[in-house]
């Protein structure tokens, strides 16, 4: 069966810390960082990188466009 | 799999636009003008109308919004967008006009240029973004704030005797025979972003038909006027404002 992985890069910098991307994955991948960038923010970041599924929910409600989605089907 | 082997450019599934500019947004984290820009600045590229699209940003948080659309842009006079909007339609039919407005901006000292333009059938797509509070300014009661809703200048609520009832400008527009596509969406969820597109997309389509005026109203957030988190006033704006300002198109023709 195929299997689906993703995985999501960050601007970091441009990341607010919102939030909004952690509400909306479904399988629970992303995390805010302890860490904060350059204007304060503790910015969001893939938590569980293993869950991801590529869905790119997170991507369409970033209100600041900083992620970027990548999707893989992996014949197992 | 490595997760270094699945971050290629051939693998993007889902990537920030072109037509969205570099520059940082100058909004607070979490606030729905940004999903909205981004909401149209994809449909301007699935149409390939970047270099045929003029907007027109109004007075209010999205005031700079022509920082961040790579497209032609006006700014207008308070609550006037729709009165440059119908000149830049007019002398350029074949360009896709759409202004950009807030509450406090359509649907308080703009009322009157909205409603003669819808009724006019004015050629332009309209969105208006409804957070129910003057975000810019410090988050004062604006013509949409709900009834008991707390805003700086209404510390114990919104009072009907004293403040009328909250406005709902989207069903006044409906009844306009000039419109022909108005409809209230919302970009909280995956699936309403989705949805927005589409009606963004539609909007677009219909001015390119000459349908007439296309009104999409965005019901949002303002976490810092609301004094909530952001993902707090995602909540608080599905509890308290989708009761009383219901999702759905009003009108299709």
């Known amino acids: 069966m195929a299997k689906i992985k993703g995985a999501i890069t960050v601007d970091t910098e441009g990341c607010k810390g919102c939030g909004l991307c952690v509400v909306a994955c479904p399988t629970n991948v992303i995390g805010l960082a302890r860490e904060v960038n350059g204007k304060g923010y503790n910015y969001a970041y893939m938590e569980q990188a293993d869950k991801c599924i590529g869905c790119s929910s997170c991507g369409l409600v970033c209100p600041d466009s900083v992620i970027t989605v990548y999707k893989v089907k992996m014949n197992a | ?253």
């Open chain 2, 1 to 253: 799999m490595d997760v270094k082997d699945i971050i290629k450019p051939e693998n993007i599934a889902y990537k920030k636009t072109d037509v969205l500019t570099d520059n940082i947004m100058h909004y607070c984290p979490g606030c729905t003008h940004g999903v909205i820009h981004k909401t149209i600045a994809e449909v301007i590229e699935e149409m390939d109308i970047q270099d045929k699209t003029i907007g027109v940003s109004p007075v209010g948080c999205s005031v700079l919004a022509y920082n961040y659309l790579d497209i032609d842009w006006q700014q207008a006079a308070h609550g006037r967008a729709p009165a440059l909007a119908t000149a830049a339609k007019r002398l350029m039919p074949e360009k896709y006009v759409f202004t950009y407005q807030g509450d406090g901006d359509l649907a308080s000292i703009g009322t009157a240029e909205i409603m003669h333009a819808c009724n006019r059938g004015e050629n332009i797509v309209v969105f208006f973004v409804n957070n129910a509070i003057y975000g810019m300014t410090g988050g004062q009661m604006a013509p949409t704030t709900l009834v008991g809703q707390k805003t700086s200048t209404s510390p114990y609520g919104r009072d009907v005797e004293l403040n009328g009832h909250p406005l709902r400008i989207t069903e006044l527009i409906a009844q306009l025979p000039g419109t022909s596509y108005v409809t209230r969406q919302s970009a909280e969820t995956p699936g309403a972003v989705r949805k927005l597109k589409k009606a963004v997309r539609k909007a677009f389509e219909n001015t390119a038909q000459r349908k007439g005026t296309s009104f999409v109203e965005i019901v949002g957030t303002c976490a810092s006027g609301w004094k909530l988190s952001p993902v707090k006033s995602n909540e608080w704006m599905k509890e308290n404002m989708f009761p009383y300002y219901p999702l759905g198109v009003m009108k299709d023709e």
